[in-house]
């Protein structure tokens, strides 16, 4: 398992912008499958987006589509979340996940059982 650091969240209006980060203990870019989750208050988790097949496929929840973009800083063994247009609805813990994936994947890839490495999330919260 790799370990993960999340950080960057914060407190901000609607329509803002934040950037996530999830420093992970070791190389991750070409065969691991990364992701963000997240959890509301009372609600289950939920996949918002991933990069995988070596950072050359991402996959964005529908209710971040267009609002959010993930990338990865290689060198930092870094994995990024960026957040615009944030919404009251966008407020949770965020979480980063990574899994094992040295094969070419596709399809939906954004199901908690598909991860065995989570960090600790950090906290998102967007008033009105």
């Known amino acids: 398992q790799v370990q993960l650091v999340e950080s960057g969240g914060g407190s901000v209006q609607a329509g803002g912008s934040l950037r996530l980060s999830c420093e992970a203990s070791?190389?991750?870019?070409?065969?691991?499958?990364m992701a963000w989750f997240r959890q509301a208050p009372g609600k289950e988790r939920e996949g918002v987006a991933a990069i995988f097949n070596g950072g050359g496929s991402t996959f964005y929840a529908d209710s971040v589509k267009g609002r959010f973009t993930i990338s990865q800083d290689n060198a930092k063994n870094t994995l990024y979340l960026y957040m615009n247009s944030l919404k009251p609805e966008d407020t949770a813990m965020y979480y980063c996940?990574?899994?094992?994936?040295?094969?070419?994947?596709?399809?939906?890839?954004?199901?908690?059982?598909?991860?065995?490495?989570w960090g600790q999330g950090t906290q998102v919260t967007v008033s009105s």
């Open positions: 996940a990574a899994a094992f994936s040295p094969s070419r994947v596709s399809g939906y890839v954004l199901r908690e059982a598909m991860y065995n490495s």
């Open positions: 070791r190389y991750t870019s070409s065969s691991y499958r």
